[in-house]
Nanobody, 121 residues
Framework: QVQLVESGGGLVQTGDSLRLSCAAS????????MGWFRQAPGKERVFVAT???????IHIESVKGRFTIPRDNAKNTVYLQMNSLKPEDTAVYYC???????????????WGQGTQVTVSS
């Protein structure tokens, strides 16, 4: 059974950094794309970034230059390195797994439980 477990969320101040981790188990991690999504209170879940099997990344415009999405296939883990955090980055962050990179949540077949990130002003 595939499991994705996120960690690393917390309460930080504007301008701080956080690194989220998503540990995967249950299938060959290196054979799948991974994505990060976020959901703010009262809003729908939206795409943040994705990384393909080969390491190609896509980010939403609002996080370019601030967030990166490295993966470590030896550790079966994908990260979301978040720098220069802003209050509008506050959300529950979810990682997800798919055969190919996509911006669409509906195309991902496995999801983690989410981790809360709160950025105070």
């Amino acid at each position: 059974q595939v499991q994705l477990v996120e960690s690393g969320g917390g309460l930080v101040q504007t301008g701080d950094s956080l690194r989220l981790s998503c540990a995967a188990s249950g299938r060959t991690f290196s054979g799948y794309a991974m994505g990060w999504f976020r959901q703010a209170p009262g809003k729908e879940r939206v795409f943040v970034a994705t990384i393909s099997r080969s390491g190609t990344t896509i980010h939403i415009e609002s996080v370019k230059g601030r967030f990166t999405i490295p993966r470590d296939n030896a550790k079966n883990t994908v990260y979301l390195q978040m720098n220069s955090l802003k209050p509008e980055d506050t959300a529950v962050y979810y990682c997800a797994s798919n055969q190919y990179p996509s911006r669409r949540p509906s195309e991902y077949d496995y999801w983690g439980q989410g981790t809360q990130v709160t950025v105070s002003s």
